[in-house]
Nanobody
Framework: QVQLVESGGGLVQPGGSLRLSCAAS????????MSWYRQAPGKDRELVAA????????NYADSVKGRFTISRDNAKNTVYLQMNSLKPEDTAVYYC?????????WGQGTQVTVSS
């Protein structure tokens, strides 16, 4: 079966760092666009970062540009999100997404809380 399993979330102080991981199985990971989305309480889900299938191109939301880095290891079927200089407004559930033509897959999410 298709699985996307996020890990690495938790509680961190403002200015701190976390690295999220998403382990994929049950599909051909190397052919899929991989993305991280997040959803804060009372807000719509938003795209945070995306990376193309071979890792040659990335895209970031303006709010995280320069602080977050998305990467992937196709040999390990894993996508990462390195989050630095975290702010309270980064608090959200972070979701992993795998996409190709006409469908996509979602993970269950991992909670990131940035608070002093």
């Amino acid at each position: 079966q298709v699985q996307l399993v996020e890990s690495g979330g938790g509680l961190v102080q403002p200015g701190g760092s976390l690295r999220l991981s998403c382990a994929a199985s049950g599909f051909t990971f190397s052919t899929h666009l991989m993305s991280w989305y997040r959803q804060a309480p009372g807000k719509d889900r938003e795209l945070v970062a995306a990376i193309t299938s071979a890792g040659g191109s990335t895209n970031y939301a303006d709010s995280v540009k320069g602080r977050f880095t998305i990467s992937r290891d196709n040999a390990k079927n894993t996508v990462y999100l390195q989050m630095n200089s975290l702010k309270p407004e980064d608090t959200a559930v972070y979701y992993c997404n795998a996409a190709r033509s006409y469908y996509d897959y979602w993970g269950q999410g991992t909670q990131v809380t940035v608070s002093s």
